[in-house]
């Protein structure tokens, strides 16, 4: 069966200070792959969401950037972050008319 | 740009109730699925709705798809304090002709709150 890791679970993180999240998918090959953030009792908001490797389309403009290196593992960095980049970040995975499956999360606060 | 808005945005019901909760959508699609987040949780799947007419059941939930009209229903029967949650509604659409090329926008949430 597939599996969906996301780590870590939190993260405290000063102003101007750099991040990595990492999410890894089990059991499947090629699958969409993407990143989203939920601020505070909001909905979800598409970051990025990648076909394949190296195939990385950003929805929305920000200090994120997203990477695939390898087939079923997605990156989500930032060189400095901001206080507004505080939030929920969940990574999901998706083939063909299948549900969205999604990671535990990571909650983020930048202090 | 696809807009997926959902009614009401908070619910607050008392147990062995039912009521419903609509999802519109902007564009059209044929595909929608609904999630339930816990508090503090990631979302878990709870229908995938592939066609129109389409219903599907669970427990005393029931999700419907009338792609003619872009509305979505998920209706609750006899409301129990479990089901509280939030509930969101995604539609799926395609990004030109590459069937991989696919996205799912979300709704805006409904917070539902069972009340004993």
């Known amino acids: 069966s597939q599996t969906i890791h996301q780590w870590p679970a939190t993260l405290v993180q000063p102003v101007g200070s750099p991040l990595s999240l990492e999410c890894t998918v089990e059991?499947?090959?090629?699958?969409?792959l993407y990143w989203y953030r939920q601020a505070a009792g909001r909905g979800l908001q598409l970051l990025f969401y990648s076909v394949g490797i190296g195939q990385i389309s950003s929805e929305v403009p920000q200090n994120l950037s997203a990477s695939r290196p390898q087939d079923r593992q997605f990156i989500l960095s930032s060189k400095k972050l901001l206080l507004s980049d505080s939030g929920f970040y969940l990574c999901a995975w998706k083939q063909g008319y299948s549900p969205l499956h999604f990671g535990n999360g990571t909650r983020l606060t930048v202090t | 740009e696809l807009k997926v808005e959902q009614n009401p945005l908070f619910l607050s019901m008392q147990e062995g109730k039912n009521y419903t909760i609509y999802c519109n959508y902007s564009t059209t699609s044929d595909r929608l699925y609904w999630y339930r987040q816990d508090p503090g949780k990631s979302l878990e799947s709870l229908f995938v709705?592939?066609?129109?007419?389409a219903v599907k059941q669970e427990g005393r939930l029931m999700a419907s798809l009338d792609t003619k009209a872009r509305l979505s229903t998920l209706h609750i029967t006899a409301a129990v304090h479990d089901l509280s949650a939030t509930y969101f509604c995604a539609v799926d659409i395609v990004m030109g002709s590459n069937f991989g090329n696919e996205k799912l926008t979300f709704g805006t949430g409904t917070r539902l709150t069972i009340i004993p």
């Open positions: 709705l592939l066609s129109n007419g």
């Open positions: 059991g499947t090959s090629n699958p969409n």
